[in-house]
């Protein structure tokens, strides 16, 4: 009889997470943590052997000093409103995760294995389809409680935009985004069956991200597609995202003829457009909110470049710089400083920031390499399929990375996760070799 600690369980484990990951984030974390114990304890002896720890050990030193100095009185930020509790509690966004990479390696150890990640994760994703669909379509709102609590899909009322199973529309139409990929490699597949259910899952996603009025996931769909699709890209879906491009630019300004303004106008829902009209000229740009959040963080890391202010602090200074009380405001503009890179150095400093981004455009950089320069001759059709997948891999997880840009969807548990899987897959693929995996050994 074999036993339960084993990598087969651990394996199912996994993969019923990446299953129930969008539609039941608690229930998934569980199984994650049974699948991490497992594999931590059957693959322990490589942890300091294996090389891509070390960038990740040393940021989280970064962190813990940078977390625990300015916790100290004569070091504190003294912001009035703020706590050193939202500071230690921080850490759980990125130190188990730092961890998380290494533990789900043996999950992702070949290009099949990734394949089935990403299979499950499409299939997983319905729940979050239907729920939007109902939420605009047939004013279905939420939030809707399951098992005490375990399970909750929101569907908010009165929002703007399609949320689904999420409490923000940027959060769906990130998720939706990096399901797009998926869909593009499978309709790329050489001789494959019917692809009836792909192309409705594909519309169905499109309209998703349509549907959330998200500037960022409209960008971020028109440039996955480049991205995946490169030169192989199909013509009609090429068409349909130029025209969508197109229309938005006419509708915003008065580049084209008023005729077709009015057309494009007419077309786009007024939500859209609206997010939008900041492309009119510069100047309402860069008195945007956005914009000026940004130049305002940019000032409070010069201030505390090394350690920080502290998480959670960016409201805070933001409201005492501006003097001014904007607790409903902040909750939908000024919480964050909406860009990633900005958030680690205002909460934790530039060393920890330059390091993690660092290290993550590294593997971006030699993973695109690696998956993107594929050469065909004496390859069969099985892997020229399979390379098609590990595209998608890659442009789902810097989907994500460019969303980080322009907001932060990184505090969202199901987010945070699957980035962390993505990447965790991406450096697989680096030690990957002809015969076999560097550094990691198959539990």
Not at 7 to 29: D, E, Q
Not at 132 to 143: A, D, S, W
């Amino acid at each position: 009889m074999k036993p339960i600690l084993n990598f087969k369980t651990g394996n199912f484990l996994f993969r019923s997470g990446i299953f129930l990951l969008v539609s039941a984030p608690v229930l998934s974390s569980i199984l994650f943590l049974f699948s991490i114990f497992i594999s931590t304890y059957k693959n322990y002896k490589n942890f300091l052997s294996d090389k891509w720890n070390y960038p990740f050990f040393l940021a989280s030193f970064f962190l813990i000093i940078s977390v625990s100095i300015s916790s100290l009185e004569p070091f504190s930020n003294k912001i009035n409103g703020w706590s050193n509790y939202l500071n230690w509690v921080s850490l759980f966004n990125w130190l188990p995760l730092f961890f998380c990479i290494w533990a789900f390696k043996p999950y992702l150890y070949s290009s099949k294995s990734r394949k089935i990640i990403l299979l499950l994760l499409l299939s997983g994703s319905v729940p979050l389809i239907i729920s939007g669909f109902l939420q605009v379509f047939f004013n279905i709102h939420g939030p809707f409680k399951i098992f005490n609590g375990l399970i909750i899909w929101f569907q908010r009322e009165g929002e703007p935009g399609l949320t689904g199973l999420f409490n923000n529309r940027n959060y769906a139409s990130l998720w939706f985004t990096i399901l797009w990929p998926i869909c593009l490699a499978i309709l790329s597949q050489r001789k494959n069956g019917s692809k009836f259910f792909i192309y409705i899952f594909s519309i169905s996603i499109i309209s998703s991200i349509y549907l959330t009025f998200s500037r960022v996931g409209l960008l971020n769909l028109f440039l996955t597609s480049l991205i995946f699709l490169k030169g192989s890209l199909s013509i009609w879906l090429f068409l349909f995202l130029l025209l969508l491009i197109t229309l938005l630019i006419a509708a915003v300004t008065n580049i084209f003829p008023l005729s077709f303004k009015e057309f494009a106008i007419s077309i786009l829902p007024s939500e859209i457009i609206a997010r939008f009209s900041i492309l009119e000229n510069l100047e309402v740009f860069t008195s945007n909110a956005r914009f000026s959040i940004w130049l305002s963080a940019l000032e409070f890391i010069k201030e505390r470049p090394f350690l920080g202010w502290g998480a959670a602090s960016f409201p805070i200074l933001y409201e005492t710089k501006n003097d001014i009380c904007c607790y409903k405001s902040y909750l939908q503009w000024y919480g964050h400083t909406h860009n990633i890179q900005l958030e680690m150095a205002l909460n934790y400093g530039l060393p920890f920031s330059l390091l993690i981004n660092a290290t993550l455009i590294f593997v971006f950089y030699k993973s695109f390499k690696k998956i993107f320069i594929f050469k065909r001759k004496n390859k069969s059709l099985e892997k020229i399929n399979l390379n098609k997948f590990e595209k998608a891999w890659w442009t789902s997880s810097f989907a994500f990375f460019f969303s980080q840009l322009f907001d932060i969807q990184y505090y969202d548990l199901r987010l945070n996760i699957i980035f962390w899987i993505f990447i965790s897959g991406l450096i697989v693929k680096l030690q990957e070799t002809d015969e076999k995996t560097e550094n990691l050994k198959e539990i």
